[in-house]
């Protein structure tokens, strides 16, 4: 029979060795690990989480979401385990701080950057609008959508609430902004409907030295100048006045940056009749249609056929497509936007007033124990 009444000498194990024992294998915990814990116990403003630690470490409600939280119990469970990011060090009690919601908001900008690259279309609800533009959430951060790319006839004030189709301008998680277009989305979804060597009709809704931009059923796209006739025209105000209304032959279809280019040349019977005759020109322009695609399908097939063609005939076929750079009126780069683009902060409370908007971006390192202000509620 064993005797239980062995001294500390006997076994040799003292509290003192087994407190060096404890040392010895205690890990070391740093901010920015993500470690996995169990909750210990739920408070009413945070919980006490089993890391591993000698103390129980604590996370505060505030830390358990991207989102808003108004009670632990909507986040976490007794004896649940999960993983959480170490926030700060010990503090004087040997205690650490952890967050959920830094994991939440990490994994948030991983996905929308991964949208961005699949150049996706997502779908948000505008939940605020400001004197810049519309605010949104995506994957739980707060995303801008500038005035300019707004494409709607109501009042920005009326879209709170309305779910929009949005493409992604700009993901930059250290200036902390998500920027969106909507009317990029719009255009993409037309565009998919279109088809290069059909006949549109179009009203002149801008006139431009180098070209008309032309409203095609709600999407913009440029006649260039150099598309307009095969005659020389000086300015197209010679030729076109705002709101008139004409027949235009789609040559090509940018989805990527959301631009159109169109032509009335290509559907002259006669070199001149767009300033000449515009009447026959569009009584012709299903016929003269149809012959240019059977020219682009030839063209192709003979590219197909004979790949070394001479490098003259690639040029002339290409020479008339209006330049990039030229195209640049249809939509604004990021660049042009920037300045309207308020802080994401993510707090209801924080919506910059008019006033305020355009004045200042903040960084993701301003805001409260640092977390970026994408992700507060």
Aim: glycine share 6%; aromatic share 6%; net charge negative.
């Amino acid at each position: 029979m064993v005797n239980q009444n062995l001294t500390a000498t006997e076994i040799g194990f003292t509290h003192e060795d087994f407190a060096a024992l404890l040392d010895k294998y205690d890990y070391h915990f740093s901010p920015g690990d993500v470690v996995p814990g169990t909750v210990f116990s739920i408070e009413p403003r945070g919980a006490l989480i089993d890391i591993g630690a000698k103390t129980a470490a604590y996370i505060p409600i505030q830390e358990m979401s991207i989102n808003r939280v108004d009670s632990p119990e909507e986040v976490l469970q007794s004896n649940e385990t999960r993983e959480f990011f170490i926030l700060t060090d010990e503090n004087e009690d040997g205690q650490l701080t952890l967050s959920i919601r830094r994991i939440e908001y990490m994994r948030a900008w991983e996905r929308v950057r991964q949208l961005q690259a699949e150049d996706a279309t997502v779908r948000s609800g505008v939940f605020a609008t400001n004197r810049g533009g519309a605010l949104v959430r995506i994957e739980g951060l707060r995303g801008f959508i500038p005035g300019s790319h707004i494409s709607t006839r109501k009042p920005k004030e009326e879209l709170v609430g309305e779910d929009l189709p949005l493409k992604f301008l700009e993901v930059d998680e250290e200036r902390n902004r998500l920027v969106l277009s909507h009317r990029r989305a719009l255009v993409e979804r037309k565009m998919n409907r279109l088809e290069v060597g059909e006949v549109v009709i179009g009203t002149v809704r801008g006139i431009k030295p180098y070209g008309a931009f032309i409203d095609i059923g709600g999407v913009s796209g440029l006649l260039h100048i150099s598309e307009i006739s095969h005659e020389h025209i000086d300015t197209p105000h010679s030729v076109f006045n705002v709101n008139d209304e004409l027949k235009v032959m789609i040559i090509d279809l940018d989805a990527e940056r959301g631009r159109i280019s169109l032509s009335t040349k290509q559907l002259e019977p006669e070199p001149g009749d767009m300033i000449k005759n515009r009447d026959l020109v569009y009584d012709k322009a299903e016929e003269m249609a149809a012959k240019y695609r059977e020219q682009q399908l030839a063209k192709q097939q003979g590219a197909t056929a004979a790949p070394a063609a001479p490098a003259e005939v690639v040029a002339d076929e290409e020479i008339e497509v209006p330049p990039a750079a030229e195209l640049d009126e249809q939509i604004p780069v990021v660049a042009e936007i920037e300045e309207e683009i308020p802080a994401a902060t993510e707090t209801e409370e924080e919506i910059p007033v008019v006033a305020e908007i355009e004045k200042e971006i903040p960084a993701a390192t301003e805001t409260e124990e640092e977390i970026p202000v994408a992700i507060q509620e």
